[in-house]
């Protein structure tokens, strides 16, 4: 059952750093910042503005229903008052393949694109956005289909069904080509320069922004609209932004050595064997259900979500299985985010920080909130703001060293603020923001308070808010989100949050707001 393949950390960042010619000698000779963007959008950089977020989108129909449309439909009105759209990754389901882009993206999201009017038009690696629209890679945006996955769709009960029912789980004859086809649709993709004097024309052209570290990219709605690099950093209304490409820091910490270590090994084989049998059971009860009915419908969209949680369990306990003390190798990426912490905080005209990536330190949903990634990110995490508020001291006063920090990989929307957690992570907020097209999940059994320690337990982090799935049966609801959040004047700024719902009940759509909530 584990058809689908997750490169490796070092692959990830060397195939990436390859499209974009990381480090180029042409590129240094002209002192050029590839992890920094200017927004030149012909707006004024007040420190009164707005954004929108979205995250986990890429699916396509859901059997006659389109939830990431219908959430792009309620945006639009938003669209005027806004200066940007932040994405929190999985850009494309199930394996972030090129093929899927014009359905699962380039349709949906049409009216953010320069000529939308004819999306049929558009080609994945020729999109320009007419308003910033700034992702960053989600796991499913770097995964690959192995070559036998076609010749052995007839081989057993799990690859028919999954094969039969190919268009229905968005999953097409190869996968994203380790990230190729996100690179292509929204980094700057140098690698295509031929010679050196098409690469200069190209950089004189579009990297003409200055900052204190150099040239930099100027991205330009409209015209212009690709990324520098899988992470980077922007400023709006002198708040920093920064964008990290988690999947290559989230690589879960080595099991024990010794005995201990080979119980827990011996416990996650076990556990995983037990996952695919519920797996294989699951997919022949969905080979028998007639998906024209729509009881039976509901039933296979129910199962349909729960063999793809199943597989995300199987490929963390994969990742736990297959760790060891080299597989975590992108401490550059942390030095950076350190380092640019450091320095945003010695500048005076900074008020506030945001942080935004995929997968989520903290959160209630049930299949992510115990998963070693969601530790192994916390805790890496962790080490960078504990090394920021070393070296700022003083600076930063009572102040946590980020305002904000905007994750996804759990389809869900979620808001938790950090309690004292001995570390500079505390009293911070967090939304988890993955609600916006995949199928959703569920808050965990255990409730909305998260706790550390052995022996006796405290408590970390607290869920203020929490909206998924709920209900069962005919009562099933599908509450999927998005949300505009609205940045006043000031320093610390203040961060007006207003979630938006579409939600899918009774076969049958409902929009409404929540009430908004300030921090």
């Avoid at 494309?92 to 359905?103: F, L, N, R, T």
């Avoid at 700057?188 to 204190?212: G, N, P, S, V």
């Avoid at 005995?259 to 080979?287: M, N, P, T, V």
Wanted: charged share 25%.
């Amino acid at each position: 059952m584990t058809f689908i393949v997750d490169p490796d950390s070092a692959t990830k960042i060397v195939k990436m750093q390859q499209r974009v010619r990381w480090r180029d000698r042409i590129i240094a000779q002209k002192n050029i910042d590839q992890t920094t963007l200017v927004l030149d959008d012909g707006v004024d950089d007040s420190p009164d503005f707005s954004f929108m977020v979205i995250g986990d989108t890429g699916s396509g129909y859901h059997r006659g229903h389109n939830p990431q449309r219908k959430i792009a439909e309620q945006m639009l009105p938003h669209r005027q008052d806004c200066r940007f759209v932040l994405h929190t990754g999985d850009v494309i389901y199930m394996v972030g393949s090129s093929e899927y882009y014009p359905k699962n993206f380039i349709q949906p999201y049409r009216e953010f694109l320069v000529g939308g009017n004819r999306p049929g038009r558009i080609k994945y690696d020729q999109m320009v956005f007419n308003q910033p629209f700034l992702p960053t890679p989600g796991n499913h945006d770097y995964y690959d289909l192995p070559w036998w996955s076609g010749a052995i769709a007839q081989a057993a009960v799990p690859f028919r069904y999954l094969i039969r029912h190919r268009l229905d789980l968005d999953i097409g004859w190869h996968g994203s080509g380790q990230g190729n086809a996100y690179a292509q649709a929204f980094l700057d993709y140098l690698k295509r320069f031929m010679t050196d004097a098409e690469l200069e024309r190209h950089l004189d052209q579009h990297y003409t922004a200055k900052t204190d570290a150099g040239r930099c990219l100027r991205y330009q709605p409209g015209k212009f609209t690709r990324l520098p690099n899988r992470y980077y950093t922007f400023q709006a209304g002198g708040i920093d932004f920064f964008a990290l490409d988690s999947n290559t820091f989230n690589a879960p910490l080595p099991l024990p050595t010794g005995l201990d270590g080979e119980d827990a090994r011996q416990a996650l084989h076990r556990k995983r064997d037990e996952l695919e049998q519920e797996q294989r059971s699951l997919l022949e009860e969905a080979d028998r259900l007639d998906i024209k009915q729509p009881e039976q419908e509901e039933q296979w969209n129910d199962i349909q979500a729960k063999v793809e949680q199943l597989a995300e369990i199987i490929r963390d306990i994969d990742k736990q299985l297959n760790v060891d003390e080299t597989s975590f190798s992108d401490r550059e990426q942390l030095e950076w985010l350190e380092q640019r912490l450091i320095d945003s905080w010695n500048t005076e005209s900074v008020r506030g920080r945001i942080l935004y990536f995929h997968h989520p330190p903290y959160v209630t949903e049930a299949t992510k909130w115990h998963q070693a990634q969601t530790l192994a990110i916390r805790l890496r995490l962790r080490q960078v703001l504990d090394a920021v508020a070393k070296a700022v001291g003083k600076t930063a006063g009572d102040r946590s060293i980020v305002d904000l920090v905007i994750t996804g990989h759990a389809h869900c929307l979620e808001y938790l603020r950090t309690t004292k957690t001995s570390h500079a992570d505390a009293d911070t907020n967090w939304i988890v923001c993955g609600g916006s097209g995949f199928s959703l999940r569920r808050q965990r059994l255990e409730g909305s308070e998260l706790l550390e320690g052995l022996g006796q337990p405290y408590s970390v982090a607290r869920s203020q808010l929490f909206i998924g799935r709920t209900g069962q049966g005919s009562q099933k609801r599908r509450p999927y989100s998005f949300i505009r959040i609205d940045v006043e004047d000031g320093c610390p700024p203040k961060f007006t949050v207003r979630p938006y719902i579409a939600e899918w009940y009774q076969r049958k759509w409902k929009e409404y707001a929540i009430e908004p909530f300030t921090f």
